[in-house]
């Protein structure tokens, strides 16, 4: 079936150093792919989302690729704030559901 | 404010004791969902409703129920609830139930059972 894989955590970098966090995906047909963020004590949020191949999803300094080839959508920013410290979820969607299937989450924590 | 609200946030409960878990939408949205929250596994789907009295089940939807009477509201029922249903539980909506839906999450109820 569908799954999502994110890399492990958690992963601690220091104020205004480059993020990387992996996710390959595997799914049949065509899924939607999606980052969720989640806060501490919060819901998750939409980060971003792309919806074909090639496409990049982009918000707030963040950015994925839709990578058909690798199946992979890699979230990365430049430069992370102590902001940024959180919950990182990777999301497919595919079929008439409407089911999310996610990745087991990343925790970022960035220090000043 | 469009958003998803549920009630309680904390629960903590005994094993056996019935217990509902209210879910609420304000933005008119056909698509609702639940989903667990566990470490190391992510989110997974409990239960889906794509419309008023359309309800299926997700991936783990022993141990729970589900109604869908009004279009705002999906409350999630365990009937007799068991340790192993501690966890993190989340309330979703969404304008469509396709791939294309972005979906929008409650606050989340965490639940302990004891």
């Known amino acids: 079936g569908d799954s999502v894989t994110q890399m492990e955590g958690p992963v601690t970098l220091s104020e205004e150093a480059f993020l990387t966090i992996n996710c390959t995906y595997t799914a049949t047909g065509y899924p939607s792919l999606f980052w969720y963020v989640q806060y501490p004590g919060e819901g998750l949020q939409l980060l971003l989302k792309?919806?074909?191949?090639?496409d990049k999803g982009s918000n707030k300094g963040f950015e994925a690729t839709y990578r058909k080839e690798t199946t992979s959508f890699h979230l990365e920013k430049g430069s992370v704030q102590v902001s940024d410290s959180a919950v990182y979820f990777c999301a497919l969607s595919g079929g008439n559901t409407g089911k999310l299937i996610f990745g087991q989450g990343t925790t970022l924590q960035v220090k000043p | 404010e469009a958003q998803v609200t549920q009630n309680p946030r904390y629960l903590i409960t005994v094993t056996g004791k019935k217990l509902t878990v209210t879910c609420s939408q304000n933005m008119n949205h056909e698509y609702m969902s639940w989903y667990r929250q566990d470490p190391g596994l992510g989110l997974r789907q409990i239960y889906y409703s794509m419309n008023v009295e359309v309800t299926d089940k997700g991936d783990v939807p022993e141990g729970y129920k589900v109604s869908r009477k009004e279009k705002r509201n999906f409350p999630l029922i365990l009937e007799s609830p068991s340790p192993n249903q501690t966890s993190l539980y989340f309330c979703a909506s969404s304008s469509s139930g396709g791939p294309l839906g972005t979906q929008y999450f409650g606050p989340g109820t965490r639940l302990t059972v004891l």
């Open positions: 792309a919806t074909k191949a090639d």
